[in-house]
């Protein structure tokens, strides 16, 4: 640095400056010591994203100084430095305050340079195995020079990423393009910025997906775009369990669609709302959105929609038990993403199709699919991807108790989940942590409780409701495994706080049941059938018929220990019906034997022995090794029936 410089700069230290002024003062300083053409050309460095001897040469106008001999100068500057892949990166800063003049004040001139970078790197993204960087920046350029032709050529390239899954690659175009906002018009911003919140969506960033729904739904907005941002704001709010409004912004979003014959935008929210049902249960509902969203994709002739709703037809067969039917949608799904060479849709038909292989206990043809959905997804470069079938491969092996290589499996997907960011891929996953430490033969509830404290964590930084209150639920099973019933109600109830504030009906009445059971163990029955009733009433408002068993059930165990055998009947019969209309075949085993011990005590014996004889024939079905002292029981209350004569 020159004396003259340096003494310059001492100067402005002793002025009375904005950090900003200052450095806006050095920066200019820094450049009139440039020679001049020096400085304009490194101005022009700033365009592109690199630049080189080739791009210079084409950003230049007056060859006085060769390309070579600018680089020369400039290389050693403190804000340039050298590009892994060649050539020379701008410190951002300094690229962004050399571009903003630019955009500003020389638009024109700014377009017409443009316009050579786009022709130069087009040319280099003719040439064979050009990288996805190259063809990019093509793209960038071509946004500048010509933003009204440009801008639906990069809208097909970006849904190619996207429909691909390809979310890297689609994040970088959105950052490309969000830099050429002082090119575009008005109705090209707001596709990007909702694009920007789809993509955040997909992405699982539920929190930054809503940031800018709420930003865009504040603006003045064409009513297609409208009805769009409320169906995603819908289900930016369904996954962070805020239901209801989900549930009110996918109405609203209806109404405008169909009032603009919008079929494209009308069968996303129907199929959106077949998700919002399937997660309540309500699976008649879900199928009849998700029918309805695949008779408009059939019409718009969209394949890859097509694929996309079968297949979530064929998650709704699945949860609600007809795996037949599943597999039929699942095979029509994967049929058609063959036939479109479309390798993520054929990796995640496989992974929903693990799912029924799983369920059916075929642990063999499960994990080949998960691992053939793993390779696609790692030779793809989709770590979201990578991340759900290590999870899923860990879940796997918990269900066969191999613990071991479930965490090993879990660990792998939780190192992905940390690298690209995914606040609730991290959560899910330690979720699952701290179940294979509660499932061991010996369970490990202090390392349970570590992992469910970290997914909380997550849960809370993720301002995700409802899991916030799914993972308490889970800590305070925990806490009743080891009989601490103080901190196992506290962990309950601060789940039912969180599940009322999403109004999650179904998830309030589990909570409640549990809650129950801490006060029949503590022998505090009144309490426990407190919490029951509540329990049941949620229970029967979100028509779950096996949870209504299961709490009629324990309903009718309170009474019976209390001695009150008319009320105790009453609930075990109710329950029977319930786990009988469930086709729990468990849960009628059991609710008979209580009601059969009952008729012993009443000296009902003929009614008695046919009850128990059910829990006989479940035990033995399961062999069970209770069904002997069980068969003995009922033996010898057949000889005191025939003793009566």
């Not at 190619?160 to 175009?173: I, N, P, V």
């Not at 058609?336 to 369920?359: K, M, P, Q, T, V």
């Not at 994990?367 to 989709?382: C, P, V």
Request: proline share 2%.
């Amino acid at each position: 640095m020159s004396e003259q410089r340096h003494k310059t700069i001492i100067d402005l230290l002793g002025q009375d400056l904005t950090p900003e002024e200052l450095e806006t003062q050095v920066f200019d300083l820094l450049l009139t010591s440039l020679e001049p053409s020096v400085a304009e050309a490194l101005s022009r460095c700033a365009l592109p994203h690199w630049f080189d001897e080739s791009i210079l040469a084409t950003l230049l106008d007056d060859k006085i100084l060769s390309p070579a001999a600018i680089i020369q100068q400039v290389a050693d500057l403190s804000f340039v430095r050298p590009r892994d892949a060649g050539g020379y990166l701008l410190h951002e800063e300094v690229r962004a305050r050399f571009l903003q003049p630019w955009h500003t004040e020389k638009p024109g001139q700014c377009r017409a340079l443009s316009q050579r970078l786009w022709q130069y790197f087009s040319q280099l993204a003719g040439e064979n195995d050009a990288p996805f960087i190259i063809h990019a920046e093509a793209l960038y350029h071509d946004l500048a020079a010509n933003p009204e032709e440009a801008f639906p050529r990069f809208q097909k390239e970006f849904d190619a990423a996207t429909d691909d899954w390809r979310l890297a690659q689609a994040e970088h175009l959105l950052q490309l393009a969000r830099e050429q906002y002082w090119a575009l018009g008005k109705e090209a911003q707001l596709w990007l910025a909702y694009h920007q919140a789809e993509l955040a969506l997909q992405s699982s960033d539920y929190g930054r997906a809503l940031n800018i729904l709420s930003e865009l739904s504040s603006q003045s907005l064409p009513n297609e775009l409208r009805g769009r941002v409320l169906s995603g704001t819908g289900t930016c709010l369904r996954r962070i369990g805020r239901t209801r409004e989900a549930e009110q912004c996918y109405k609203e979003a209806l109404t405008i669609q169909r009032d603009l014959d919008d079929a494209e935008g009308l069968a996303g929210t129907l199929d959106q709302l077949a998700d919002f049902h399937l997660l309540e249960q309500k699976y008649d509902q879900a199928l009849d959105y998700a029918q309805k969203a695949w008779e408009i994709v059939e019409y718009l002739k969209d394949e890859r929609r097509i694929a996309s709703v079968l297949r979530g037809i064929g998650a709704i067969y699945r949860q609600s038990g007809d795996e037949k039917k599943a597999l039929e949608y699942y095979e029509k799904s994967l049929e058609i993403r063959r036939a479109l060479n479309d390798e993520w849709g054929i990796s995640d038909c496989l992974n929903s199709l693990a799912f029924i292989h799983r369920s059916q206990g075929e642990y063999d043809q499960a994990l080949a699919n998960l691992r053939q959905a793993l390779e696609t997804s790692e030779r793809l470069g989709d770590l979201e991807g990578a991340a759900i079938q290590f999870h899923n491969i860990a879940n796997l092996y918990l269900d066969q108790k191999e613990y071991e290589e479930a965490l090993s499996y879990l660990r792998q997907g939780l190192d992905i989940a940390e690298r690209i960011g995914s606040l609730l891929y991290q959560a899910n996953i330690l979720f699952d942590v701290a179940r294979v430490y509660r499932f061991q033969d010996a369970p490990k509830h202090a390392q349970a409780l570590e992992a469910y404290g970290r997914a909380l964590a997550l849960k809370e930084q993720a301002e995700d409701v409802l899991g916030q209150g799914v993972t308490l639920h889970a800590m305070g099973n925990v806490y009743q495994a080891q009989g601490e019933h103080a901190q196992a109600l506290e962990a309950y109830g601060r789940a039912l706080a969180l599940k009322e504030q999403a109004e999650d009906v179904l998830g309030q009445g589990v909570t409640l049941h549990a809650m129950g059971n801490v006060y029949q163990a503590q022998g505090e029955h009144a309490q426990a059938l407190e919490a029951y009733g509540r329990a049941l009433a949620l229970l029967e408002q979100a028509e779950n018929v096996l949870g209504q068993g299961v709490t009629t059930y324990e309903m009718g165990k309170a009474y019976k220990k209390q001695g009150d055998f008319e009320r105790a009947l009453d609930y075990l019969k109710q329950s029977l019906n319930y786990f009988r209309r469930a086709d729990s075949s468990r849960g009628e085993a059991f609710a008979a034997w209580h009601i059969g011990e009952i008729y012993e005590q009443q000296g009902r014996l003929a009614e008695a022995i046919e009850l128990m004889e059910l829990r006989i024939v479940y035990n033995r079905n399961i062999d069970d090794p209770e069904a002997k002292a069980d068969a003995q029981h009922v033996e010898e209350l057949r000889r005191r029936l025939q003793d009566r004569g």
